[in-house]
């Protein structure tokens, strides 16, 4: 059995930490823009994916936990504990990474290559693990961490939120712009490309209307179809609902 509130599991959940917020980020930005997810280095961030959570699911068997304030360091209730809460979910992600990783690493037909990307989709439940994470590391936090500390802690998650929210409606609103229907014949994102803007500038300038749109700004970006129109509506509803709870 091992403490939770020792050393090793408290680096091991942090490198995990880690990783999720990679993938968290990492993954929208690759299916908007459609990169290349073959490269040495997006396989061997796979791969250590893949390893980490395989090691992660392996040691929750002997992982302890704590139960009105006191360890509970019996195998058989950890591991019953984890069978009826996190097990069915942890495989289910897992199964689906080593699937996209095999289907990446195969991928010599087309089908494969479809199949690879499905699996890029599929990935997007990693939110789950996001959230199994989260309480992990509030727990570890109220253990350890005193009350300012905590406060600090707390003002940075909400800014982490706000930047990874900003940066997902931007990949969305790239989306739109590159893959949706046109009923007019016209994309925002043609306008940009007749400038020669790149992938950064293209990404600068998604992040810079998702941030317009979220501090009820304005911006030189305008809608040219009705799906840019029903989804620019959308995010600027999410912008209106965040700015009258600040007030």
């Known amino acids: 059995m091992r403490n939770p509130s020792s050393a090793g599991p408290i680096s091991f959940k942090l490198a995990g930490a880690v990783l999720l917020l990679f993938d968290v980020t990492i993954t929208p930005f690759t299916l908007a823009w459609n990169t290349d997810s073959t490269t040495a280095f997006s396989t061997g961030m796979a791969w250590t994916s ?14 302890g936990f704590y139960k ?10 950890i591991r019953r504990r984890y069978l009826q809460t996190w097990f069915v979910p942890d495989l289910f992600l897992l199964s689906i990474d080593w699937w996209n990783s095999i289907s990446l690493s ?66 969305a609103w790239f989306s739109v712009g590159q893959y949706s229907d046109s009923d007019t014949g016209l994309r925002w994102v043609l306008i940009f490309e007749d400038r020669d803007a790149g992938l950064f500038a293209q990404y600068v300038i998604s ?24 989804f620019n509506t959308l995010c600027l509803s999410l912008g209106l609902v965040a700015n009258s709870r600040d007030r």
Do not use: P
């Open 50 to 63: 893949i390893a980490f959570w395989t090691l992660d699911m392996a040691s929750s068997f002997f992982l």
């Open 68 to 77: 009105g304030g006191e360890l509970v360091d019996d195998l058989a209730l």
């Open 106 to 171: 195969s991928a010599a037909s087309m089908r494969m290559l479809r199949m690879a990307k499905l699996g890029k989709i599929m990935r997007l439940v990693v939110l789950l693990r996001a959230m199994r994470y989260l309480r992990m590391l509030q727990e570890m936090a109220d253990y350890h961490l005193s009350n300012l500390a905590r406060t600090l802690l707390s003002l940075s998650e909400v800014m982490m939120f706000a930047l990874w929210l900003t940066h997902i409606m931007a990949c």
């Open 207 to 230: 992040f810079q209307w998702s941030m317009a749109m979220m501090t009820l700004g304005a911006i030189d970006v305008v809608c040219t179809n009705s799906s840019e129109r029903a």
